[in-house]
C-alpha cells in the first residue's frame, strides 16, 4: 500500500515538468496536421511558420497555468505568526534607595612565573 501510494505520489509531483515536453512531441508527431489546419499563419506560406506559433502560445499557455497554480499553491499556505506586539507595556520606575555604606574591594597584585621555565630551554643551534 505504500509504495502505491510512493508511486501516486511520485507520479504526481513529476508529471507538470513533462508537460512541455509533451507539448512538444505532439507538435512534432502531429507537424503537418498543425501546420495545415491549427496553424494562425497558414494562409501566409511565405513565412515558413510551420505551426510554431501554435506551439508557442500553447507553451505560453502551459506556463501561465503552471505560474498560476503556483502562486494559488503560495497563497492556501496557512501562514503563523511568530512574533506578536506585547499587549501589556510595564514601566518600571528608578526608586532611590540609599546606600548604607561604600563598599571597598583590595586587590592582590603580583606577579606570575611559569613553573616550568626553569627546566625547559629552547634548543640551541
Not at 3 to 22: E, K, M
Not at 106 to 120: E, I
Request: charged residues 15%; aromatic residues 12%; proline residues 6%.
Amino acid at each position: 500500500m505504500r509504495t502505491v501510494i510512493l508511486y501516486i505520489w511520485l507520479i504526481t509531483t513529476i508529471l507538470p515538468t513533462f508537460s512541455q515536453w509533451g507539448t512538444i512531441a505532439y507538435y512534432k508527431v502531429n507537424k503537418e496536421y498543425i501546420t495545415r489546419v491549427l496553424c494562425q499563419n497558414r494562409d501566409k506560406p511565405q513565412l515558413h511558420c510551420n505551426g510554431k506559433c501554435y506551439l508557442a502560445k500553447k507553451l505560453k499557455e502551459q506556463q501561465q497555468k503552471q505560474d498560476q497554480q503556483t502562486s494559488d499553491r503560495v497563497e492556501s499556505i496557512p501562514t503563523l505568526q511568530l512574533f506578536a506586539s506585547p499587549l501589556a507595556f510595564f514601566e518600571f520606575a528608578a526608586e532611590h534607595l540609599p546606600v548604607a555604606s561604600t563598599a571597598n574591594f583590595s586587590y592582590k597584585l603580583a606577579s606570575y612565573h611559569a613553573p616550568l621555565s626553569n627546566l625547559v630551554h629552547p634548543p640551541c643551534a
